[in-house]
Nanobody, 121 residues
Framework: QVQLVESGGGLVQAGGSLRLSCAASGRTFSSDVMGWFRQAPGKERDFVARINWNDGSTYYVDSVKGRFTISRDNAKDTAYLQMNSLKPEDTAVYYC??????????????WGQGTQVTVSS
């Protein structure tokens, strides 16, 4: 089992920045990818960014490319999402997830409880 704890959410003005953290514990060796998703009120949960744990390769949804950066600290079993140039449409609950790679992509087995990000105009 893997436990994930998110932190770093809050209220910022448009154009501001936030840094989200996701600390993993438990059987962390069973996971080799970590991702960030977000869900706005009344909408489905959408993929935001992913990082492969071992080689550090990353993937982003087009809407955040150039503004968000996902990274990891292997020694701390922690992933980060640096969010710059925030827009009101980035407002959502952000969820951290961990899982395994397969030939078709990532399967996320473990999820955090989410952290609220609110961007005011």
């Amino acid at each position: 089992q893997v436990q994930l704890v998110e932190s770093g959410g809050g209220l910022v003005q448009a154009g501001g920045s936030l840094r989200l953290s996701c600390a993993a514990s438990g059987r962390t060796f069973s996971s080799d990818v970590m991702g960030w998703f977000r869900q706005a009120p009344g909408k489905e949960r959408d993929f935001v960014a992913r990082i492969n744990w071992n080689d550090g390769s990353t993937y982003y949804v087009d809407s955040v490319k150039g503004r968000f950066t996902i990274s990891r600290d292997n020694a701390k079993d922690t992933a980060y999402l640096q969010m710059n140039s925030l827009k009101p449409e980035d407002t959502a609950v952000y969820y951290c997830a961990a899982g395994r790679l397969n030939p078709l992509g990532a399967r996320y087995n473990y999820w955090g409880q989410g952290t609220q990000v609110t961007v005011s105009s």
